[in-house]
C-alpha cells in the first residue's frame, strides 16, 4: 500500500493530479485508512505491533505527500516566472502627450495681441444673471433679441440665471467692477440653444473686448480691430464694416474679413469656386460698436464724461477660417490626434 501510493505521488506532475493521488492513498477511503480502522478489531497483543507499523506506514505516505507537493508547487511556480518574464531592457512605445487645444491656442494668442496693448483679460461666469445677459445691456424682458439668441435658461426659473448666450455681460461686469478707465478682453465658453453640425455648436467661444475711456470714438474701434486682425492674419487683411443693430451698442457694425484664400477673386467666377468664403469673399468675423450710453449709465458709469467701444468675435468661426477646418465637431470631440495636427498652425 505504502509503494503504491508512493508511486502515484511521484506519477502526478500536478496539483490537481496530486490532489487525485491524495484521496485515492491518504484519503478517508484509502486501503491505508481502511487497514487502520480494522486496528481496533484485532486482539490486544496484535494491536500494538500492527499499530506501530500502520503509524509509520502513514507517516511515510503523508511526507512523501507533502515533499511531492514542495516539488510540484516549486515546479509551477518556476514555469509561471518563465511564462511571465519580461525583459525590462527591450525599448518601449513612446507615451504620447496631449496637446494644447487649437481653441486654447487662439484664445491665447488672441488676448496675447491686446495684452501686448495694455489692456487686461476680464473673466465672468458661463452661468450667468439674466440681468448681467439681457438688461445691463440694454434687452429689456420683451425685446426680442432675447428670443434671437437661443437662450438656454435654467431650472427653476425663477434662479433667474441663463447658461450666457455671448461674453457681453462681463462687459457689465467689468464696468461694475473696475476702476475706470477700462480696457479688457473676455475669452470664454458662450451657449444657444443650436444645431450641432458641422458649421454651428451650441457650446463655442466668442472674445469680447471693451475700451471706457474719456475721448472714445468708432475711430478707436476702427484702428483696434485692425490692428487685431493683422495682427492674425497677417498686414494685408482688410476689413469690411456692415452697418448692423445690437441693442448695447450704437452705432453697430458687423466687421468681415476679406477671404484671404482668394481675396475676393471667387466672387462671381463659377470656374473658380473658393471653399472658405463659399465664394462670397468675405467670412463675417463678428459685431461691434460704439457703447451705448444706456449701458454705461445701467453699469454706474457718467456718460457725459466717458464713452467706450465694445466688440465680440466668434473664436470657432476663426479658428475655422485660418486654419480651413471644415468641420467644427472635430474642435469637441477630444482626438488630441485633431489637436496635433493644429499645433503651431493656431
Ligand atoms: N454680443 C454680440 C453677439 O454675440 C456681439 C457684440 C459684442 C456686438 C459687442 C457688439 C458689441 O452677437
Given at each position: ?121 476680464a473673466e465672468g461666469p458661463e452661468l450667468e444673471a439674466e440681468w448681467l445677459n439681457f438688461d445691463a445691456l440694454n434687452i429689456?424682458?420683451?425685446h426680442?433679441a432675447r428670443t434671437m439668441q437661443d437662450t438656454l435658461f ?7 440665471r441663463v447658461l450666457r448666450t455671448h461674453t457681453s455681460p462681463v462687459q457689465a461686469r467689468s ?9 479688457v478682453v473676455c475669452p470664454g465658453r458662450v451657449f444657444r440653444a443650436d ?5 454651428h455648436l451650441p457650446v463655442f467661444n466668442q472674445i469680447e473686448g471693451m ?33 448692423s443693430y445690437f441693442p448695447f451698442t450704437?452705432?453697430s457694425?458687423e ?29 463675417e468675423w463678428g459685431g461691434c460698436g460704439?457703447m451705448n450710453?444706456?449701458v ?14 465694445a466688440f465680440g468675435m466668434g473664436v470657432d468661426r ?29
Amino acid at each position: 500500500m505504502v509503494a503504491e501510493a508512493l508511486q502515484a505521488f511521484t506519477a502526478a506532475t500536478t496539483v490537481a493530479e496530486l490532489k487525485q493521488a491524495r484521496i485515492a492513498h491518504s484519503g478517508d477511503r484509502s486501503p491505508l485508512a481502511l487497514a487502520n480502522r480494522e486496528i481496533g478489531a484485532l486482539p490486544p497483543e496484535a494491536k500494538r505491533e500492527v499499530g506501530k507499523r500502520m503509524g509509520q506506514a502513514r507517516g511515510r505516505v503523508s511526507q512523501a505527500l507533502k515533499a511531492r507537493e514542495a516539488e510540484i508547487s516549486a515546479a509551477e511556480l518556476e514555469q509561471r516566472l518563465a511564462a511571465e518574464r519580461v525583459d525590462v531592457t527591450l525599448p518601449t512605445e513612446l507615451v504620447g502627450h496631449g496637446a494644447i487645444h487649437p481653441i486654447t491656442g487662439l484664445i491665447d494668442l488672441m488676448s496675447d495681441i491686446f495684452v501686448a496693448m495694455g489692456w487686461e483679460i476680464a473673466e465672468g461666469p458661463e452661468l450667468e444673471a439674466e440681468w448681467l445677459n439681457f438688461d445691463a445691456l440694454n434687452i429689456p424682458r420683451d425685446h426680442p433679441a432675447r428670443t434671437m439668441q437661443d437662450t438656454l435658461f435654467v431650472d427653476p426659473p425663477e434662479s433667474n440665471r441663463v447658461l450666457r448666450t455671448h461674453t457681453s455681460p462681463v462687459q457689465a461686469r467689468s464696468l461694475l467692477d473696475r476702476e475706470l478707465p477700462v480696457y479688457v478682453v473676455c475669452p470664454g465658453r458662450v451657449f444657444r440653444a443650436d444645431e450641432y453640425d458641422a458649421t454651428h455648436l451650441p457650446v463655442f467661444n466668442q472674445i469680447e473686448g471693451m475700451a471706457v475711456d474719456k475721448g472714445i470714438t468708432f475711430g478707436h474701434l476702427r484702428g483696434t480691430l485692425e490692428h487685431f486682425a493683422r495682427s492674425l492674419f497677417g498686414p494685408d487683411m482688410v476689413l469690411r464694416w456692415r452697418p448692423s443693430y445690437f441693442p448695447f451698442t450704437e452705432p453697430s457694425a458687423e466687421v468681415d474679413l476679406q477671404c484671404f484664400v482668394c481675396h475676393g477673386s471667387s466672387v462671381g467666377d463659377p470656374d473658380n469656386p473658393c471653399r472658405t468664403c463659399k465664394s462670397e469673399g468675405w467670412i463675417e468675423w463678428g459685431g461691434c460698436g460704439v457703447m451705448n450710453p444706456r449701458v454705461l449709465e445701467a453699469c454706474g458709469v457718467d456718460s457725459s464724461i466717458y464713452s467706450g467701444f465694445a466688440f465680440g468675435m466668434g473664436v470657432d468661426r476663426t479658428l475655422m477660417f485660418r486654419n480651413n477646418l471644415s468641420d467644427l465637431r472635430d474642435t469637441v470631440q477630444g482626438d488630441v490626434r485633431f489637436s496635433r495636427s493644429l499645433v503651431g498652425g493656431a
